[in-house]
């Protein structure tokens, strides 16, 4: 099936994420893919399996003859059900969906500072103005179920506010004892600014996925860089340089060695496949105050 091009408009949610639609807002988007594909339903819960991927509609062949085939995928614990563009273009825009730095960006800026601190597409992406895995199809009625279930949130306040706590004790409880002086002012510059998060975009809380963490200094390049001033130069402030004595071979197992050479080469019989320790004949000889010697030709 050749690939078709066509805009289409959509409801969007009063705003990214929101479970509500109070404000009817569209979209327009331009579809490019399949103009219908077959995708894998789980015969139980009648939802999508979107792990499952999809399969394209053949023009070519009778519906007979698509049917037989996306069948023979499934498997038995599942159907296939398709999805159309005429029908459901939404749907079928997230089987297919563009990249997000590709596209148009609205920019969110803080009301006191000027800073852009987030943005996202638009208008929202429609794989991200419904939940695709919680889509249903109506076996009955041959169509998926509408309206469709509102793409949730995958940050809730709760796990926003449980996470920051965890990382806030974390850096306080930070030792900085072999910081520098200049280490020590970005890392104290840090923590302020980490403790203003919550007051920063206190408005924000209850869309916490817009809230951004101040950088942590220690992944700048220039934290240990000379350049940066950072570290003094003196062997004094380096670590201490640990030799690793490489290891010996070949490996012994309970004082047993094999050629794992010779092993990986040798034609074994289905039994020695099957043995849960190596043929005998590639055992070594170990002897603590000589080079181990091979036990068969």
């Known amino acids: 099936m050749a690939n078709i091009k066509k805009k289409f408009t959509y409801d969007l949610p009063d705003e990214y994420l929101a479970q509500t639609m109070e404000l009817g807002l569209k979209g327009e988007w331009e579809y490019e893919g399949p103009e219908k594909v077959y995708v894998t339903v789980d015969k139980l819960t009648n939802i999508i ?37 005429d029908k459901d273009p939404v ?29 996202r597409p638009d208008p929202i992406m429609p794989d991200h103005t ?17 309206p469709y279930p509102m793409r949730k949130p995958h940050i809730t306040r709760e796990h926003f506010e449980t996470s920051y706590a965890s990382i806030l004790e974390n850096i306080v409880q930070t030792s900085t004892e072999e910081y520098t002086s200049q280490q020590k002012k970005l890392w104290d510059t840090f923590i302020k600014d980490f403790k203003d998060v919550p007051v920063k975009f206190a408005e924000y809380l209850d869309s916490p996925w817009m809230i951004p963490f101040p950088n942590d200094p220690r992944m700048n390049a ?3 860089g000379e350049n940066a001033g950072l570290v003094s130069d003196t062997s004094e402030n ?7 004595e490489p290891p010996q071979l070949p490996i012994r197992i309970n004082e047993e060695v094999y050629d794992w050479v010779a092993l990986a080469s040798a034609e074994l019989t289905e039994e020695e496949k099957l043995a849960p320790e190596p043929p005998e004949r590639f055992k070594i000889k170990v002897s603590k105050s000589s080079t181990p010697e091979p036990t068969a030709e």
Do not use: M
Not at 53 to 79: F, K, M, P, S
Not at 97 to 116: F, I, M, N, R
Not at 238 to 244: E, H, R
């Open 91 to 119: 749907l079928l825009s997230c089987v297919f969906p563009k990249l997000a730095g590709d596209l148009p960006q609205k920019e969110y800026k803080h009301p006191v500072t000027g800073e852009v601190f987030y943005s």
């Open 130 to 146: 419904i939940e695709y895995g919680d889509i249903e199809y109506d076996l009955e009625k041959k169509e998926w179920k509408k």
């Open 222 to 224: 220039n934290w240990t």
């Open 238 to 244: 380096l670590p201490p340089v640990q030799v690793i």
């Open 49 to 85: 399996r979107d792990c499952e991927g999809w399969i394209a509609h053949e023009d070519e062949a009778t519906q007979e003859e698509n049917d037989i085939r996306c069948d023979t995928y499934t498997g038995l614990d599942c159907y296939h059900a398709p999805i159309e563009f």
